[in-house]
């Protein structure tokens, strides 16, 4: 089994930042992939971020210039740096990480920007 517990999110103003943290516990093994989705209240999960163990990354249109997905393998942790906030950033935010065996998620962390 794997568990992956997210932290970091908070209630922020206009263009401060957060750092979100997942960490992932359990048996880690033949990992696709790893990222963040968001989910606002009467939206559409959607993705924010990924990255590949091979070290390549992707963003969202949105999240482009803005944030920064990262992974720390020692730790098992993944993390998003999001700078520039704004009120449209509001939502929660899951971790989600794909293996040959299965995909997994978090509970998720609240991140509500506003002044």
């Known amino acids: 089994q794997v568990t992956l517990v997210e932290s970091g999110g908070g209630l922020v103003q206009p263009g401060g930042s957060l750092r979100l943290s997942c960490a992932a516990s359990g048996i880690i093994s033949s990992i696709n992939n790893m990222g963040w989705y968001r989910q606002a209240p009467g939206h559409q999960r959607e993705l924010v971020a990924a990255?590949?163990?091979?070290?390549?990354?992707m963003y969202a249109d949105f999240a482009k210039g803005r944030f920064t997905i990262s992974s720390d393998s020692a730790k098992n942790t993944l993390y998003l740096q999001m700078n520039s906030l704004r009120p449209e950033d509001t939502a929660e935010y899951y971790c989600?990480?794909?293996?040959?065996?299965?995909?997994?998620w978090g509970q998720g962390t609240q991140v509500t920007v506003a002044s």
């Open positions: 989600h990480v794909d293996m040959v065996r299965g995909d997994y």
């Open positions: 990255t590949t163990t091979g070290g390549m990354t």
